[in-house]
């Protein structure tokens, strides 16, 4: 999108439908790195940014011909209010998109942590996740 205070939107020729689920694979594998490098109690902090940053770069540099590279909701909608507030670009009919993919995403990249890590010895995850 041109002009769009850096408002995120599908590709030219990108479904609604594969726009959610493009969003739902890039959050599911950056939540599934940040589980096992700073949620998991048994994980070496040194390298915990590196490798969350590192995530954020290859999952925006796949997604963002495609889906603008949202990963989050909130990276969203501030650009989307800024947009209606200045009376720019009405993108708003896309804004389920970047809440249904990274909110599913990260509910199923957390699940799945979490059961791999259930009963194994190399993993421990705190509190609320046992």
Not at 76 to 99: C, E, H, Q, R, S
Request: proline fraction near 7%; charged fraction near 5%; glycine fraction near 14%.
């Amino acid at each position: 999108v041109v002009g769009g205070l850096g408002a995120t939107a599908p590709g030219m020729g990108v479904s609604y439908l594969q726009t959610i689920f493009a969003e739902f694979i890039g959050t599911f594998f950056l939540v599934l790195v940040i589980m096992g490098v700073a949620v998991d109690k048994k994980a070496t902090p040194n390298f915990a940014g590196l490798s969350i940053g590192f995530t954020v770069t290859a999952v925006i540099i796949f997604l963002g011909p495609f889906t603008g590279g949202s990963i989050n909701p909130a990276r969203t909608f501030a650009p989307y209010l800024m947009d209606y507030l200045v009376g720019g670009i009405n993108l708003w009919v896309y804004f389920p998109i970047y809440l249904i993919g990274p909110i599913a995403g990260a509910i199923a990249a957390a699940l799945l942590y979490t059961y791999l890590a259930k009963d194994n010895n190399v993993c421990e995850i705190p509190g609320p996740f046992n």
